[in-house]
């Protein structure tokens, strides 16, 4: 069956606290998503280059390249141009995470109904978006 031979989204997070990262996780798989991490923000670029995932989360307050960073260079590379970028933050950074780029932001603490509902329509709203109408 088509369906079942079709890849799962693939979700790259960017993300320092190991108990986000957690709960991001045990949410995002239960949705039937697959999570990837990466540590920093230019691991997470790499990565992104490499898996072309269907969305990359990023918190801002990242080493190495901060997240509004991350979805700059995002956006001005062709191969990870049109990946949708959530910013997911602690600080009040909705209109800086616009600015960079980003297809939707989000303020911690990580509420799942809000964090699934974004996560699922900034995928959906890809017009390649490897997900199957149901």
């Not at 890849?7 to 709960?23: G, M, N, S």
């Not at 990359?56 to 001005?76: H, M, W, Y």
Request: hydrophobic share 45%; proline share 7%.
């Amino acid at each position: 069956m088509k369906g079942e031979s079709s890849p799962r989204p693939v979700i790259l997070i960017a993300e320092r606290d190991q108990h986000v990262r957690e709960l991001q996780r045990f949410f995002l798989e239960r949705a039937e998503l697959v999570v990837e991490f990466a540590d920093d923000g230019l691991a997470a670029f790499e990565r992104a280059r490499v898996t072309r995932p269907a969305l990359v989360v990023t918190e801002i307050l990242l080493p190495k390249r901060d997240g509004l960073t991350l979805c700059r260079q995002l956006r001005q590379d062709p191969l990870t141009r049109t990946v949708p970028v959530v910013v997911f933050s602690i600080l009040s950074a909705a209109a800086r995470a616009a600015e960079a780029g980003a297809t939707a932001f989000l303020r911690k603490p990580l509420v799942e109904t809000t964090f699934l509902a974004t996560v699922q329509n900034a995928i959906a709203a890809q017009p390649t978006s490897i997900l199957e109408p149901q």
